[in-house]
């Protein structure tokens, strides 16, 4: 009997362990993990990128929210349910490829966000064999350049039309003098040189750089190197966290007091609250969507902070928003989620949502669309905690972006 009751109490241990087990796969499937379950009728899409590190903010749960309003208002797509899928890539080609792999094997039909140059580009050349779609928010222009994809997308700014939009709003057609700051990896570098070309057919001379390693909490060797250069305007290239750190210290070493101008190439909307106004007045902003430009915009930018508790959208979560809509709205028109189908629909239909208008996708993936040149406010010019901008110009897409004639996708020479 004390055999039997030893074997029972076994047999109860091994069912609790096996019902507990069981919540937590049904807890992190409510959640959108990485891993998923076989595909049943639902349309599966994903949204890969940084859930932890300096890009959060701008991307992150946030691009999760944005991607889950755009199936809201897709509305009925083939009488089938959307699944958004969520994963953290860390920042690691490998944990993004393995990621996207797996999802693409068990039906998620496309990856959007990324917003990382070295996971993007790999995740683009796994879509292409798999026959998948990829839509991003990617800085180097290898994505849509030299390796260039059918099934690849680039929604929002990448190293041309930073450099375009910033460089030439900060010059103003005046020639000046750059130092550089610029991350050490591919986005940087990328757009470090399309910065050093445009400066330089301006008239305007580039006399240095220096690199730094992503996740820097103390910048003041590289502002003392920018300092030594003479240098009138200082050229931020990196991110997130990094730009509000080294905004502050540029402030504290006195660079505006020497005459030298610090000038973030990727300073975002959400980033301008978190830095303060007072370190953050004057400094320029290149962007596609902005809250005050229309009143479908201002009324997106209150939704989201609904979904988010409160927080202000960043651009690349507005662009998810519209590489989802845009997505869905392409299938529901092809009829199906076959690829092909849905690849020949998103080219061929114009890109509308709340910010964007009658935008065309170009044959490297490249979407034409307006981008804008803005400048942060002074605190006593602000009507309201939201009112960040002045927006001072805006660039055409064909402004904005590499011109065609530049470009070495092998896509877009065809259709020359």
């Known amino acids: 009997m004390r055999h039997a009751s030893s074997a029972s109490r076994l047999a109860s241990l091994r069912h609790a362990i ?11 499937a409510g959640i959108g ?8 009728n639902e349309i599966r899409i994903g949204v890969l990128n940084d859930q932890s590190g300096v890009y959060s903010a ?35 080609p490998d944990i993004g490829a393995s990621i996207a792999r797996r999802w693409y094997d068990e039906g998620v039909t496309a990856i959007f966000d990324l917003y990382h140059s070295g996971v993007g580009l790999v995740v683009q050349d796994i879509a292409k ?32 039309s930073l450099a375009t939009i910033v460089s030439k709003g900060v010059s103003q057609g005046e020639s000046t ?41 103390d910048f003041s060797s590289f502002i003392l190197s920018a300092q030594s250069s003479k240098a009138k305007n200082i050229g931020f290239i990196g991110g997130g966290t990094d730009t509000l750190n080294i905004a502050k210290q540029a402030r504290e ?4 007091q020497m005459g030298q101008k610090f000038v973030p190439f990727s300073l975002g909307t959400i980033d301008v609250p978190a830095m303060g106004m007072d370190v953050a007045q004057g400094l320029p902003v290149a962007l596609s969507y902005y809250w005050s430009l229309s009143p479908q915009a201002e009324a997106w930018k209150e939704r989201f902070k609904k979904a988010s508790g409160g927080k202000l959208p960043s651009d690349q979560q507005a662009d998810v928003y519209s590489e989802v809509f845009h997505y869905l709205k392409a299938v529901k028109a092809a009829g199906t989620t076959d690829t092909s189908a849905v690849l020949a629909k998103m080219r061929e239909l114009p890109v509308e949502d709340f910010f964007t208008h009658g935008a ?34 805006t660039f055409s897409g064909e402004e904005a972006f590499l011109p065609a004639a530049q470009s070495k996708c092998p896509l877009l020479v065809q259709k020359k």
């Open 18 to 28: 096996k019902h507990r087990a069981a919540l937590l796969l049904l807890g992190l």
């Open 33 to 40: 993990s990485a891993g998923a379950q076989a595909p049943g």
């Open 58 to 92: 701008a991307t992150g749960a946030g691009s999760v929210i944005a991607a889950k309003m755009a199936v809201e208002d897709a509305g009925n797509v083939l009488g089938r349910p959307v699944q958004v899928l969520a994963a953290d890539h860390q920042f690691k």
């Open 129 to 160: 064999s798999k026959n998948r779609i990829v839509m991003a928010e990617i800085n180097s222009m290898l994505f849509t350049d030299e390796q260039c994809s059918p099934n690849g997308f680039s929604w929002g700014t990448d190293g041309y």
């Open 177 to 217: 003098s750059w130092y550089f700051i610029t991350v050490d990896y591919t986005a940087g570098h990328s757009t470090e040189q399309e910065a050093r070309k445009v400066i330089e057919a301006g008239g305007s001379k580039v006399l240095g750089s220096v690199r730094f390693p992503a996740g820097t909490a």
């Open 253 to 256: 070493f006195g660079l505006a």
């Open 360 to 393: 065309k996708i170009r044959a490297d993936g490249r979407l034409m669309r307006n981008m804008y040149y803005g400048v942060v406010k002074a605190p006593a010019s602000m009507r309201n905690p939201d009112d960040l901008l002045e927006v001072v110009k």
